[in-house]
């Protein structure tokens, strides 16, 4: 079966493209035949490409007989449109770009949107505050094309998402739900648990941006008994640092592989208040046996149970939330037994052999 996947770029900019790494290596393991199609090829930070994938020119996507053709971002509408003419093309959609302007549904003023992709109105709402509010959401503006994809991908009659939440979103946007397939993500098996207690407690693994909400987060955390580390890089890491310098109980840790900071943690605070397609931070915690506080937004209720593995608490209840961090780092038998849950729920639903069974169907290979 000849398979082409085609994105937008292979540079390694974040979630989008290192899911497309993990698609090309699994779908691999299937004994596929799999080119690549980039409408822009840069030559730093590349994302890996198998030895055995070809990446494809843009006359030989139109050229080539494909079995499936895999769509994940564009900016080639033309091109796209004329794939689409084929039953044999899939999209899948990461985030909300394809329905918001703003690429996040988030309002200007920091809350979450519920509504469909309506030209006029979303003009506005993309069009407010923008140079007050740089930080969050970060896409650029200069060529407005959401209404010209939502239409494009409305004549492709196969879809993919990660989550419910997506589901949902494309069903509000005129998708009919019976072509949309959901594709649980999946993450590596990872050794036994540790034994608690581990050195760090609380730990934010993520982009330090504003719809991450680890900076409003921290500003709450004052005076807290456990420790509260934090990976990652972002528009946010100045403010964070100055908090850091106020309470050494803040650790500031820039960007690294996350690993080794799993295994040290009892917990995940999982901060973010825009609506998360997915979360895959929370799952990847979940595997090295940790339980995830978090607030109730986009795809997250998902993979989060509460009480089960973790606690699930409503958008905007710090109050809560940090209640329950703070039981999980005094409580070492809770946080034990919801980390082991933790583990077993994301081996049992998002597991790589869940990952490939859910493609094999998508793309016909049973």
């Known amino acids: 079966m000849k398979i082409l996947v085609y994105s937008r770029t292979n540079e390694l900019i974040g979630g989008v493209e290192r899911f497309i790494e993990a698609q090309i290596d ?178 934010y693994v993520g982009q330090l941006i504003k719809g991450k909400g680890i900076l409003k987060f921290s500003r709450k955390y004052q005076g807290r008994r456990w420790k509260l580390s934090i990976v990652g890089t972002g528009k946010d890491m100045a403010n964070l640092k100055k908090l850091n310098e106020k309470d050494r109980n803040i650790e500031i840790l820039g960007f690294q592989n996350p690993a080794g900071f799993y295994k040290e943690s009892n917990f995940v605070v999982f901060t973010s208040t825009w609506s998360e397609p997915f979360g895959l931070v929370g799952i990847e915690a979940m595997s090295f046996g940790l339980p995830v506080v978090a607030f109730n937004v986009g795809g997250v209720s998902d993979w989060l149970k509460h009480g089960e593995n973790g606690f699930l608490v409503d958008l905007g209840d710090y109050e809560s939330f940090f209640y329950f961090c703070d039981k999980l780092s005094s409580d070492e038998k809770l946080a034990k037994k919801l980390g082991i849950n933790a583990k077993n729920f994301v081996m049992e639903n998002f597991a790589f052999e869940n990952y490939i069974s859910d493609w094999e169907n998508i793309l016909g290979c049973k």
């Open 26 to 203: 699994s779908l691999g393991t299937l004994g596929l035949d799999i080119s690549i199609f980039f409408e822009d090829f840069v030559e730093t930070r590349m994302m890996h490409i198998p030895l055995a994938v070809e990446v494809l020119t843009k006359n030989e996507v139109l050229e080539g007989s494909f079995d499936n053709i895999v769509i994940h971002k564009f900016e080639d509408i033309e091109l796209v449109d004329r794939l689409s003419c084929s039953s044999k093309a899939i999209v899948v959609v990461h985030d909300h770009e394809f329905y918001c302007k703003r690429g996040h549904k988030f309002f200007p003023n920091n809350t979450n949107c519920n509504q469909p992709f309506n030209s006029t109105l979303c003009s506005v709402c993309s069009g407010f505050g923008l140079k007050k509010k740089e930080d969050f959401p970060y896409l650029k503006f200069e060529k407005d094309n959401t209404a010209e994809k939502l239409g494009t991908i409305k004549k492709i009659d196969r879809f993919v998402v990660i989550s419910n939440h997506m589901k949902e979103n494309l069903i509000l946007n005129g998708i009919d739900g019976s072509v949309i397939s959901i594709a649980r993500p999946f993450v590596p098996r990872q050794a036994e648990i540790a034994s608690l207690p581990r050195e760090t407690q609380g730990l």
